[in-house]
């Protein structure tokens, strides 16, 4: 017991074993914890690199096929770019001034496009004509959850008919899951 006790540095000082033991712990933390930590977000930032990369040659791609230049401020008369969106836009827009409200409340009750969401009514009143164009407001009361909502707007963005939505109002529907009651109102153009 002597033995022990004389051994045994009373005032707290760490013995050079201690201190390499203590040194080399703080080397494994931290190149653990750059490992875990600052490696994934060095490769994140390289992957948004990219990404920026991509979306300005795709940015230049569209502006040199719209046949605008850098700097350009002037309004673009026709629209080169993807011809059978083109064609899809133009076909429904045509079909839009025959019978915009067939077409249209066929479109925003179609199945695909609803999802979830459940449709109260489409409120679609006269037409209103002008110069070669024809505008067709709307008017709906949709019933769904909050993301449901969100994802049905982003498909009416989709839909092959050159529309506006002009005002959403969203209330709480009252019930336990969260739903909410919306209103949307929009217009749809033809020509």
Partial sequence: MNLFLSKLDWKGLPNKREKIIF??????FAFGFFKSCAG?????????????TEAKQNREEIVGALGVKEGQKTKIQK???AP?????YNAMAHALIQNSNII?????????ITGDVKIDNINLPDPLPEEGVIKQPWKMNIFASFISVGE???RL?????LM???RIKIMSAGDIYGHVNAELEGTAYGW
């Fill in 152 to 154: 049905y707007i982003e």
């Fill in 23 to 28: 040194i080399v712990a703080i080397l494994v």
């Fill in 157 to 161: 963005e989709n839909m092959p008919i």
């Fill in 104 to 112: 249209l409340m066929k479109e925003l009750s179609n199945p695909v």
């Fill in 40 to 52: 994934p977000s060095f490769r994140a930032i390289s992957t948004i690199k990219e990404e920026m």
């Fill in 164 to 166: 506006t939505i002009d």
């Fill in 84 to 88: 059978e969106k083109r064609e899809k």
């Fill in 79 to 81: 629209w080169n770019g």
